[in-house]
Structure formats: structure tokens, C-alpha cells
């Protein structure tokens, strides 16, 4: 007999998957408050909420058995595409936001194409892991901490800026070295 969280593997329509679609949703409204409106403090609201929805959506997915592989995918997909869009915007202020935002698409272009060679040859969709959520939390904050602190120091903004781009670049190497890994172990068995 399957488990509940068998049963909902295949779901499209449960409340994690709404909530990350809901995130999807609030990019343009960030980008919009940010570059049109010049609005930091709902800019700030929006984007804490966004962040907020991704603890939900997770706590829900595992409390309620409701992890389901489309879940494991538009989750990610909502949480970068959220970072690039903010990370984006701030550029326009601090010009050295440039290199977390390049790596972090090279690390989700090297990640996406890993992971989609992974499902393909085992047919198993990975979930995420530490560093990518340490990754993540370290982010929302240095992106929200820069909303908030309109003057923040230089000295203050680059240490932040340069600690995020190292927990970027360490998730992308580990990432790859598990994925790289799978793939060999999986090419072993055959």
C-alpha cells in the first residue's frame, strides 16, 4: 500500500505548488515597485513575502505529505527567478551586485542541466539540500538588508555581497560534484 506522500508525488494542485506559483506571480509586481514606483518599503514587503510563502510551502510540503515532482521543480524555479529579478533591480544601485547575479545564473544554468541529465538517466527528481538553502536564506537577506538600508555602508554592502558570492560558488561546486557523482555511479550499474 502506498504512503500518503506516494499519493501526491504526481499532484499538480496542492497548496505548496499554488504558493510557488503565487511567487511567480509576485516577480513582475517586485520589479515593478522597484524600477517604476522607486517603492523600497513594498518592495521589502513583497519580497519578504515572497520569501515567507517559500518557508510555508515547504513546511506544508513535508507536515502534509504534499512533496510532489512538480513541486521539486517550480520551487526552485520561483526562488531563482525571484533572486535574478531582485538582484537585477539592485544592480541599477549597487553595481557590484553584478557578480552574485552573473554566478547565479551560471550556477542554475550548470544545476538545470545536471539535474535534467540526472532525471533523465535515474528518472528521480532531487529535492534541495543545505548549502542550497543556506544559499538562499543568505541571499533574501543580503537582498532585503540592501532594500531596507537605503545608505548602507560600501565597506558593509561589498562583505555582504562577497559572502553571498562565496556561498554561491561553494553550492554550485557541491552540487555539481553530487550530480557528477550520481551520474557515474548510475553509468557503473548499466
Known amino acids: 500500500m502506498k504512503d500518503r506522500s506516494e499519493n501526491s508525488?504526481?499532484?499538480?494542485?496542492?497548496?505548496?505548488?499554488?504558493?510557488?506559483?503565487?511567487r511567480l506571480c509576485l516577480i513582475p509586481l517586485i520589479v515593478w515597485l522597484y524600477c517604476v514606483k522607486e517603492d523600497e518599503l513594498l518592495t521589502t514587503v513583497f519580497l519578504a513575502l515572497s520569501g515567507l510563502t517559500?518557508?510555508?510551502d515547504g513546511i506544508i510540503a513535508r507536515k502534509f505529505h504534499m512533496v510532489s515532482d512538480l513541486g521539486k521543480a517550480l520551487d526552485p524555479v520561483a526562488d531563482k527567478l525571484t533572486q535574478i529579478a531582485m538582484l537585477f533591480c539592485l544592480v541599477t544601485r549597487f553595481p557590484?551586485?553584478?557578480?552574485?547575479?552573473?554566478?547565479?545564473?551560471?550556477?542554475?544554468?550548470v544545476a538545470a542541466t545536471l539535474n535534467l541529465a540526472v532525471i533523465r538517466r535515474t528518472g528521480v527528481v532531487k529535492g534541495a539540500v543545505w548549502h542550497g538553502k543556506v544559499n538562499t536564506v543568505l541571499?533574501?537577506?543580503?537582498?532585503?538588508?540592501?532594500?531596507?538600508w537605503y545608505h548602507i555602508p560600501?565597506?558593509?554592502?561589498?562583505l555582504m555581497i562577497a559572502v553571498c558570492t562565496?556561498?554561491?560558488?561553494?553550492s554550485c561546486v557541491l552540487y555539481s560534484v553530487k550530480n557528477i557523482k550520481v551520474l557515474?555511479?548510475?553509468r557503473a550499474k548499466q
Do not use: Q
Open 9 to 22: 508525488k504526481g499532484k499538480i494542485f496542492t497548496l505548496p505548488n499554488i504558493l510557488s506559483f503565487f
Open 54 to 56: 517559500d518557508v510555508v
Open 96 to 109: 557590484l551586485m553584478l557578480l552574485p547575479l552573473i554566478l547565479l545564473v551560471i550556477k542554475e544554468i
Open 139 to 148: 541571499l533574501y537577506a543580503m537582498m532585503l538588508i540592501h532594500l531596507v
Open 154 to 158: 560600501a565597506v558593509v554592502s561589498n
Open 166 to 170: 562565496a556561498m554561491m560558488l561553494l
Open 184 to 186: 557515474a555511479e548510475h
